[in-house]
């Protein structure tokens, strides 16, 4: 949780979590995972686990809740 708090601010410097509410989380973790995989273009290079992915895009599809 303290790892997801860090990724999640690191996020936060440029998306609001509230703007994902409602999304599916499957449809987060499949484009978190493309950025990771540098497949999908994004400002800054992401580095974190499957796990960290899995969570963020439930934390983000919650609204950040």
Do not use: N, P
Not at 33 to 42: A, L, P
Not at 56 to 63: I, V
């Amino acid at each position: 949780a303290a790892r997801l708090a860090e990724v999640a601010a690191d996020c936060g410097e440029c998306h609001e979590a509230a703007d994902f509410a409602g999304e599916d989380a499957k449809a987060l973790e499949a484009s978190i995972t493309k950025i990771v995989k540098g497949e999908q273009k994004h400002k800054s290079k992401i580095t974190v686990s499957d796990l960290e992915i899995k969570e963020l895009a439930d934390f983000m599809s919650k609204g950040g809740k």
